[in-house]
């Protein structure tokens, strides 16, 4: 094995955000900048020294522009580093849900996912690396850290010499002393979805003439789309749209929201609208649920799912509990307590519900951002979340606008949406944060028209499992009348600064439940202009994006 050992020069801006580490394409193209952050994760995990005998990793993302050429590179420094076998998704495949099932089936040390999620691809876009661990799910904060860390003070790294894997044939290779198995990227996850689903009723719900379409705008999970919905459950070619993975996403922004997915909307929205309508992201983990014209907001197919678990095999012994993101609303709040089980409240980011899933205290996790999973992965799953409202539809043949009807005349509806503003400059985005924040002491008890503010904080969390805090994780205002307003900084973007603004009120009544969302929202999202000097701060007059 041609072993070399390369001096390196650390680099300081390898701090993972929210998901890994995303930057532009062309700054991880740039010499020795994705080698650094990968010896930096091989140091991490092995302790500086070679990895352990036997130990295997899973390798894959979601087919944006880049990511053969750092699998091929990751390849040969996992080589040599000492790690036995890779299990690589063909061609190099693998959504992020289904590397987390890969991991954990096959029971590896964990696995490196390449992805920059919903962030556009191509060679003007962003690309993305992070590391799960063996229960796989996204590494621990304690994890991260070490691996910034290790970024940061590396002198040299580890790669051989050797011609690239064939990646787009299924079979055993070798690489230097390393065994490579280019594995099929979707029949694992697709065994798991069937285990879980009764995909026989979802059959003959379509075979009675029910139409779905689901739009994989391009990204990884048209050919698990294809596989799952077209082939074993029997939707007619053409159901899945955009099915093909491009490496620009074919120019698209593939983030499963009103404004990015916008083809699925207007047939949903259209005439010839079918019964159903979802999509996913980059690499699969999220997921849009719409009925005909009517749209599911992720916190309430969240609680929607929750509270018709038993209506899916995998969950007809019930659930342990509940876990949502802070920001996500409190509707899955209200099926927990009905159910009798725990409701957890986590920073933003999947990784925060591994231990709770590790722990066994909760089954299924939400968050507002389009991410809805269960114990099933440690990863949000887009697909699982289609295929559970399939499962619901096949089992109560209502349409989707009646099911959140009935769900919120039984529960109360939580009103809700969120307004990004993305790319501003960075001081900008931080003066309006600390502008809310020195508002702090004197806020409570004050009155903006019939809205009394009842307490306002810096959401922080101490991990109920392992001990571990985290604060600094959004800026909470609530309301007498329970209704709230956060204001947060992303951790994903590439570019200046996004801030998010999340608004919810709670509606009782049923009459009222059909307003529009943004009208019932008007007077707090007034109160947070107000309260944050938006409009002169940043001079922006709207929202880039509402979800
Ligand atoms: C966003 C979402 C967050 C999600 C994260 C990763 O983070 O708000 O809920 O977990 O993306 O999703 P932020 O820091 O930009 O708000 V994905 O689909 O990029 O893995
Ligand atoms: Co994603």
């Not at 047939?267 to 999220?286: E, K, V």
Request: charged share 20%; glycine share 12%; with cysteine.
């Amino acid at each position: 094995m041609n072993l070399k050992v390369v001096a390196a020069t650390p680099f300081d801006d390898q701090k993972p955000g929210t998901s890994g580490l995303r930057k532009k394409v062309a700054v991880f193209q740039s010499a020795g900048y994705l080698e650094n952050f990968v010896q930096a994760i091989f140091d991490t995990i092995f302790d500086n020294a070679a990895a352990p005998s036997g130990s295997t990793l899973v390798l894959g993302g979601d087919g944006r522009y880049y990511n053969r050429e750092a699998i091929q590179i990751i390849l040969r420094m996992a080589a040599a580093n000492g790690v036995a076998k890779v299990l690589v998704g063909q061609g190099g495949i693998l959504s992020t849900p289904a590397a987390s099932c890969v991991i954990r089936k096959y029971r590896t040390c964990g696995g490196i996912i390449l992805s920059a999620s919903h962030n556009p691809g191509g060679p003007e876009g962003d690309f993305g690396i992070k590391y799960n661990t063996g229960n796989g799910g996204p590494a621990p904060e304690k994890i991260t850290d070490a691996i910034y860390a290790a970024s940061r003070s590396l002198s040299r790294y580890r790669i051989i010499d050797a011609a690239g894997v064939a990646l787009d044939r299924i079979g055993s290779y070798t690489l230097g002393g390393m065994s490579v198995e280019v594995i099929d990227p979707v029949a694992d996850y697709a065994d798991l979805m069937e285990s879980l689903f009764d995909f026989a009723a979802i059959r003959d719900l379509i075979g009675g003439g029910f139409r779905l379409c689901f739009d994989a705008m391009h990204a990884v999970t048209g050919p698990y789309a294809k596989e799952i919905l077209e082939r074993r459950i029997g939707a007619p070619a053409g159901s899945v749209i955009n099915g093909v993975p491009l490496p620009d996403f074919g120019q698209g922004h593939p983030d499963p929201n009103l404004t990015y997915a916008h083809e699925l909307v207007a047939i949903m929205y259209g005439a010839a609208a079918p019964d159903f309508g979802a999509a996913s992201d980059g690499d699969g983990d999220r997921n849009m649920i719409l009925g005909r014209g009517f749209f599911v907001t992720p916190s309430d197919s969240l609680a929607v799912i929750a509270a018709n678990a038993a209506l899916a095999p995998g969950y007809a012994d019930g659930i342990a509990g509940i876990a949502r993101s802070m920001p996500t609303s409190a509707a899955a709040d209200r099926v927990a307590e009905k159910l009798g089980v725990p409701c957890f409240e986590t920073p933003t980011g999947w990784k925060f519900f591994g231990n709770l899933m590790d722990a066994g205290k909760v089954t299924f996790c939400g968050e507002e951002s389009f991410g809805t999973g269960s114990s099933h992965v440690r990863e949000k799953d887009g697909l699982w979340a289609v295929l559970f409202w399939l499962n619901i539809l096949a089992r109560r043949r209502l349409p989707v606008e009646e099911i959140l009807h009935r769900h919120w005349a039984e529960f109360g509806r939580n009103i809700y949406s969120r307004h990004d503003y993305e790319a501003l400059p960075a001081v900008v985005a931080a003066g309006v944060m600390a502008q809310v924040k020195g508002q702090f002491a004197t806020l409570p008890g004050s009155s903006f028209g019939d809205y009394r503010v009842k307490f306002c904080d810096d959401f922080s969390y101490t991990d109920p499992i392992d001990g571990s805090l985290s604060s600094g994780q959004g800026l909470r205002i609530g309301f007498d009348d329970g209704s709230r307003i956060v204001f947060r900084l992303s951790g994903t973007g590439t570019e200046g600064a996004t801030l998010r603004i999340y608004l919810e009120a709670f509606e009782a009544d049923p009459a009222r439940h059909r307003v529009d969302a943004q009208q019932a929202l008007a007077a707090l999202i007034r109160i947070a202009d107000e309260v944050s000097q938006l409009r002169p701060r940043t001079g922006r007059a709207e929202p880039t994006v509402i979800t």
